[in-house]
């Protein structure tokens, strides 16, 4: 599930920042100075954009596991230290480049960036960037990113997924997972088998559109899947967990079936018996979301395009776990978001301004 952290402009539990930034002024930024050590907060001096850059007043930014590794060195891309983690946001235009063409000063946006969005403002390239409809707010487009970036790949550009088609999705509770249970449910017109790891992790992807559930903990889940839908099996699988629920969730796949890998929140890493492949035709593939932004940019921004689309429309409703008030309950929500073995730690953090450091130092700390 998701929560926020946010930079301006709400009630106490959001993170309020000055008003305004003229440039060439400091602001606050988390810094990583040094691996699985705490993060601080420091001022940082504005620099100049380039003919090609954006400035943005970042309003809120995402904290996803891929900041918990990457600022313990455990991620795929190691940036240079110091680094300031965030890699999505939304915000209000502050700045364009004299090449600018896309957004103008004022424009509400979503971007990603590579590590740079903790911050009370930020600088990326324009095409990165991405206006978001009146009718859709920044808290919602907030969560569009990674999350909805990702299922809509999964779903659509590697599975293929069709309407009628049954798809079951692993870590279903998180936030990746809830993503695609809403663009399969209520944009695929697909019937979904949510399997998440609790009682009340189940409640909340049935909720949120699956139209059943299975916990993994309770049992085998190749077996819950077949009393569901009979031998024939599931057309597409999407796994975040990776090991003995990867396995299963293959083995629940039917003729022609398609499993898509998006991660190992489960900390381990299954060897693939080639034979299943084989006796029944299956496709195995995987999707690393971030990597399209180098490799096939259109895709990329298409993915992005669609979820801003769908938002507007309607057809999905972006969640929001829990508001914590940040002195009271900020810590025991991290703890429980960096639990090994569960997919908790995909979500969004709120905070007030004067706690932010102690929010960083928590991240970066967790275990």
Not at 110 to 117: H, K, Q, R
Request: hydrophobic share 40%; net charge positive.
């Amino acid at each position: 599930m998701a929560s926020r952290l946010c930079a301006r402009h709400l009630p106490p539990v959001w993170l309020c920042r000055r008003a305004a930034q003229a440039q060439g002024r400091h602001y606050r930024a988390a810094l990583c100075a040094e691996l699985k050590h705490p993060l601080i907060t420091e001022e940082v001096a504005s620099r100049p954009v380039g003919p090609q850059e954006v400035r943005v007043d970042v309003h809120f930014c995402g904290i996803n596991f891929a900041d918990i590794l990457v600022c313990r060195g455990q991620y795929q891309e190691r940036p240079p230290l110091p680094f300031t983690p965030g890699i999505e946001f939304s915000g209000a235009v502050l700045e364009t480049g004299t090449d600018v063409s896309t957004v103008k000063k004022g424009d509400r946006v979503i971007g990603v960036s590579n590590f740079n969005a903790m911050a009370e403002e930020c600088i990326t390239d324009q095409k990165t960037l991405w206006r978001v409809p009146e009718n859709v707010s920044l808290q919602d487009a907030a969560v569009l990113p990674v999350s909805y970036g990702t299922a809509i790949l999964a779903l659509e550009h590697r599975a293929g997924t069709q309407p009628g088609e049954t798809v079951l999705v692993t870590a279903a509770a998180g936030a990746t997972g809830l993503a695609v249970i809403d663009v399969a449910t209520n944009v695929l017109r697909a019937k979904v088998i949510a399997a998440a790891g609790s009682d009340e992790k189940c409640k909340l992807a049935m909720q949120r559109g699956a139209q059943s559930s299975v916990n993994y903990s309770q049992g085998s889940l190749k077996d819950a899947v077949k009393k569901l839908v009979g031998s024939g099996g599931v057309n597409v699988a999407i796994d975040m967990v990776g090991g003995d629920v990867f396995l299963e969730s293959l083995r629940s796949l039917a003729w022609e079936g398609r499993i898509v890998v998006l991660g190992f929140a489960g900390g381990n890493i299954a060897s693939l018996p080639s034979n299943l492949l084989l006796l029944k035709n299956i496709s195995a593939m995987g999707l690393y979301w971030g990597r399209y932004q180098h490799q096939d940019f259109a895709l990329f921004s298409k993915s992005m395009s669609s979820a801003l689309q769908y938002c507007q429309q309607g057809l999905i409703h972006p969640h929001t776990g829990a508001v914590f008030e940040l002195e009271k309950s900020l810590m025991k929500m991290l703890e429980n978001t960096c639990v090994s073995g569960t997919h908790k730690r995909d979500r969004y953090l709120r905070a007030s301004a004067r706690a932010f450091s102690s929010l960083l130092s928590c991240l970066a700390t967790c275990r």
